[in-house]
Each structure stands twice: as C-alpha cells, then as structure tokens.
C-alpha cells in the first residue's frame, strides 16, 4: 500500500552530493553528519548510502548505536562527546570517538582509563560560537590532561564550530580561524573546522576534514542560494495526494479561522499533508506546493492533516490520486524555508514519524 505522505529519499543524489563535496574539499577528509535521523532521510539509510564516507558525526550515543546495531562499521564521531560513565562505556564498546569540550568529560576519561578501551578524542576550541568548547587561555591545559590520559588515543585532533559561516560578509568566520590557527600552533592532531557553509565559503577552513551535513541532503547553507547552484541533487522529496476537490464563491472563507477568503470562483484542492507529518503550520498562504508537477499557493491555514490548494490556475484541473509535492525535485526545500520563515534544516529534520521514508 503506497502511504499518503512519503519523503521519497533519493540514494543516488546523496551519494552524488558526497561527491561534490569532495570536489569542494579535494584535500579533507569527510565526516558526514547525519545526526537528527539524517536530517530526516532516515539514519541508517543515510549512513548506507553515504558509506564511502571517511567517517560519520552524529550528536548522541544513542544515535551511534543505532548505525552499529546495523553493522555500520565506519567510524563515528560523537559531536557532543559523552556525559555520563554508562555513555562512556557505550562508547567504548562501540569504539566511537568523542568530541570533548567541558573539564567534566577529561575527568570522566580520566576516573575510567585502565578499564576503558582507547579513544580518538577531537578536542574542541571555543573560537567564538559560545556554545561548546573551551577558551583559548584553557587550551593548552586541557590539550596537555587529555594527552597524558592512557586512554586517549595520541595525538588529541583538535575541533572548533563556526557560528557564522553562512555570512561571508561577515568579519566573525576570519576571526574564528585565526583564533583556531594561534590556539592549536605547533600541536600536533588533526583538525577540523568547517561544516557545509565554512566549507563553501572558507576554502581556508577546510582544514584535515570537513563536516558536512545540509549539502549532503543537497540544499545549500546560503541565503537566497538553493542546492542547484552548487551542483547538488534534493535527495528529499516529500509527497502526498489530492484527496478532494472543492469548488467555493467568491467572498467564501477557507480553513480554520478562515483566514483566507476566495477572490473569485476558485477551486481548491485539499491534499493529505500537515503540521501532524512536519508540513510548518507557519507556512502562510500564498505558499507554493506542485500539484502534478505544476505551482500552486496554499490557500489557508496548515492543518494536522491537510492543507488547502488554489488550483484554479492550473493548465490541468487535478482529480483526487493526483500527486502534490511538498517540497524536494522542481520545489526547492530552501524556497520553502523562507516562505516558513526557518532554514532547510528544521523542515528536514522536522519530518515526524508518520511519514514513512522510503528509497525510491
Ligand atoms: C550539525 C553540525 C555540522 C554540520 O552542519 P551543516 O551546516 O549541516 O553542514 C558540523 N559540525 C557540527 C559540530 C555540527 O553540530
């Protein structure tokens, strides 16, 4: 049975988009993050089709785990590290290497070596985000207790995240290198540094290895850009159905609130998709959607399970069965993010478990 509401995942443009990004970074490494279910094209399914990878990053253990329970055996990164003793003993077993950015995780290391297998460690530098990662003045100090740790695989790789990489306009990703470049001077370690815009953007950045999330899905991290400029494929479709056809008066209200009111005779197509399945409620009308292939607004509020179409425009009047398309091929994921008012990373990942996956 074909279901209602599909994010149809296209394989061969993820496998593609990993090879753009290698021509992008012909000189790093990839660790490709497929954190947060894959950004919505499932975790296994994109560490599957990703498998050329060097590596892949996902935030928590048990993100991991889920890739070893189903015989991924490339190496995994843990972005946020481990927090806790049973984390750290997962993570051993499971061989995943930690990023470490508080005091709390050396000294969780260092109360579990003897017992605990070695760890590859990413050291993370806070150059400017704010968010992980430690000052600077406490580099050196951290570098030197973990390198003595028995349990830390040497040399300690060293890791920072840019917060503004998408405004090449602005001062704040020049200056995040440079705090990186005086912090790690003569520490040996690999280094990594740049996600999908950093690495666009700041060929400077691209350092030992990459780690790109967005353009592996094949949107691109700039604003008013979209995933083609680059050469990237949507490797998302999301799909549904017209399930019912209704012709309205004009002056007649449309959806809850009836927000929207027919200028004119119009005919609508409702569709079987809603915030319920991760279609944004904050879409307004005037949204584009494709029905069969051609654009068309929304007309009125997002509902849980469907939302209403202006199809009186169309070359071709659809029948219920007939596909719409919420965003992915001919609709970009990123125009769909502006009229949302969000980015293409929470449409993606905001997927919600309704709605079946499946490989083309
Ligand atoms: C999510 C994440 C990335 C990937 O970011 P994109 O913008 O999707 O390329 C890279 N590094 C870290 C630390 C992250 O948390």
Redesign the pocket.
Same mark, same amino acid.
Do not use: C, Q, T, W
């Given at each position: 049975m074909t279901p209602l509401v599909s994010a149809v995942i296209d394989t061969s443009a993820l496998r593609h988009n990993l090879e753009a990004v290698r021509r992008f970074a012909p000189r790093s490494r990839v660790?490709a @993050?497929i954190?947060a279910n894959g $950004?919505g094209h499932g975790l296994t399914a994109a560490a599957q089709a990703l498998g050329s990878a060097d590596a892949f &990053?996902v &935030?928590r253990v048990d993100e991991g785990l889920v890739l070893r329970r189903a015989g991924i055996a490339t190496r995994i990164v843990l =972005?946020?590290g481990v927090f806790d003793r049973e984390q750290l003993e997962a993570a051993a077993a499971a061989d995943f290497e930690l @990023?470490v950015h508080t005091r709390e995780q050396i000294e969780l290391l260092a109360a579990a070596c003897g017992q605990a297998a070695r760890f590859r460690v990413w050291l993370k530098l806070d150059t400017g985000m704010n968010r992980?990662g430690f000052k600077a003045a406490d580099f050196p100090a951290a570098a030197a207790a973990l390198g003595a740790l028995s349990c830390v695989a040497a040399p300690v790789n060293l890791?920072t995240?840019l917060s503004s &990489?998408?405004a090449r306009e602005l001062p704040a990703t020049a200056e995040q290198l440079a705090r990186f470049g005086t912090a790690t001077r003569g520490l040996p370690g690999e280094r990594s540094i740049?996600?999908? &815009?950093?690495?666009l953007g700041f060929p400077d950045a691209q350092a030992d290895w990459v780690?790109?999330?967005? =353009?592996?899905y094949g949107a691109a991290?700039f604003a008013g850009a979209v995933g083609a400029d680059y050469g990237l494929m949507p490797a998302m479709t999301l799909r549904s159905r017209v399930i019912a056809l209704k012709s309205v008066e004009a002056g007649e209200r449309v959806g809850y609130g009836g927000d929207w009111i027919a200028p004119r005779p119009t005919l609508l197509a409702i569709a079987a998709v809603g915030y319920g399945d991760g279609y944004p409620r904050s879409l307004p009308s005037g949204a584009p959607v494709l029905v069969n292939g051609e654009r068309a607004p929304l007309a009125g509020r997002v509902s849980m399970d469907m939302i209403g179409i202006d199809v009186t425009r169309l070359a071709r009047a659809p029948a219920p069965g007939d596909p719409v398309v919420l965003w992915g091929r001919g609709l970009p994921v990123e125009e769909v993010a502006v009229w949302a008012q969000t980015i293409p $990373?929470e449409l993606l990942c905001g997927i919600s478990q309704r709605v079946a996956a499946t490989p083309e």
């Open positions: 660790m @993050v954190k $950004y &990053a &935030a =972005l946020e @990023v992980l890791f995240h &990489a998408d740049a996600n999908s &815009a950093g690495l780690r790109p999330g967005l =353009l592996l991290p $990373y």
